[in-house]
């Protein structure tokens, strides 16, 4: 299923790949791309929203949408 987040507090490519770190941590499968001007997630995963919301949240990072 093909999700999408808006994620704030994403300032560089490390925060990027913490992103990417902290999805694929719940769903190693997980396909995720992020456009980082935009505050956007994608991600595409077997995972429900609120588990994946979560671990990015638990990176650090605010999900406000
Ligand atoms: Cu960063």
New binding site residues.
Partial sequence: MNQTFTVTG???????K?VTQAIKTVDPQAQVHIDRQQNQVEVESVQPRDTLAKAIAEEGYSVVG
């Fill in positions: 994403m300032t560089c490519g490390h925060c990027e913490a």
